[in-house]
């Protein structure tokens, strides 16, 4: 069983939903926190989207050691229900960088790197999907985010390929306007999806997290990333919390 990260990130258990009052979201203290996320990953990940991932019913990797898990738990059932992970900055060099670059080359966001978090393996239990689970992992990234005094989080949004790229494409499309960050933050996906060979004019509804990312703020910095192993286009998103929706500001306390 792998350890756990000691953090000075605390968030209180009583911190919790108002519309669904038996939800409380936390930071793992313990391995079998963790394990309850990785299985929670599985679930969503290999069983519901068919991500190529072995056999186990764990999903894990060599980053989870370094990284804080925040969860969502129902506390009549004590299921864990949605997670996010959080790489801090000061363990990026631990790890041997960012988990995004696996999938693209971010040279340009490394001047942002000390005041930057970086988040991912984002999943919520499919009979909680009514935005309560992910505006609690949103309230806890937030008062991670205060805490820690950092000023930005990248995370990877993706997109289902099910369609063959085309609503990937044409989200980019879509988001290139005006939803893009300046070519000074922009990346490189080192798989790149074939954009060019797709159609780019179908109508497409971006999914929750991505749309959650829109809504507060954040950006895309570049061309999707084609994931094979989890069959998914993969956006780098950013968020400045100088640029974070008002609206989401003051509900987050900011």
Known sequence: ???????????????????????????????????AAQRLRYCVFKEEFGASLPPGGVDRDSFDPYCDHLLVRDTVTQEVVGTYRILPPHRVPAVGGWYAENEFF????????????EVGRSCVDVDYRNGAAIMLLWSGLSAYLKQGGYRYLMGCASVGMGDGGHGA???????????????DFRV???????????????????????????????????????????????????????????????????
């Open 1 to 35: 069983m792998q350890n756990v990260q000691s953090s000075n990130f605390h968030l209180s258990t009583s911190f919790r939903n108002e519309i669904e009052p038996s939800l409380e979201v936390f930071l793992a203290q313990t391995t079998q926190d963790v394990l």
């Open 106 to 117: 971010l040279g340009q966001l490394h001047c942002l790197r000390d005041q930057l978090i």
């Open 169 to 183: 494409a044409s989200l980019f499309a879509k988001l290139k306007k005006n939803h893009m960050v300046g070519e």
């Open 188 to 254: 490189a996906p080192k798989n790149r999806l074939p954009i060019e060979h797709l159609n780019s004019t179908v109508l497409v509804d971006p999914p929750p997290l991505f749309k959650g990312y829109l809504r507060l703020g954040a950006k895309i910095c570049g061309e999707p990333a084609w994931d094979k192993e989890f069959n998914t286009a993969d956006f780098v998103m950013l968020l400045n919390l100088a640029d974070m929706n008002p609206r989401y500001a003051r509900h987050f306390g900011f």
